[in-house]
């Protein structure tokens, strides 16, 4: 499920908000593996590679927790990288 900052630092705390909205919602998520947006890739005349990738729809398992079901979203995504 998605979050709101970079994986790269560290932060404590979890944002599940995606996986909540999934599993009430019966939906799957897709995830998204997106690269190309460092600091030197930005400032004037900068035309940075930004590449994105899609892998496939993964619906939450029955009785499968939040963080469950982020973990196997996130693990998804970074193999797409």
């Known amino acids: 499920a998605p979050r709101a900052f970079d994986r790269g630092k560290h932060h404590p705390q ?4 995606a996986a909540h909205i999934c599993m009430e919602g019966g939906v799957p998520a897709l995830p998204l593996s997106l690269s190309g ?7 004037p005349g900068a035309r940075p590679c930004v590449r994105i990738e899609i892998g496939r729809a993964i619906a939450p398992e029955s009785g499968e927790s939040p963080a469950a079901f982020t973990a196997r979203v996130e693990a998804a995504a970074s193999r797409g990288r």
Not at 37 to 43: E, H
């Open 14 to 17: 979890r944002h599940l908000g």
């Open 37 to 43: 947006f460092s600091a030197a890739t930005r400032g």
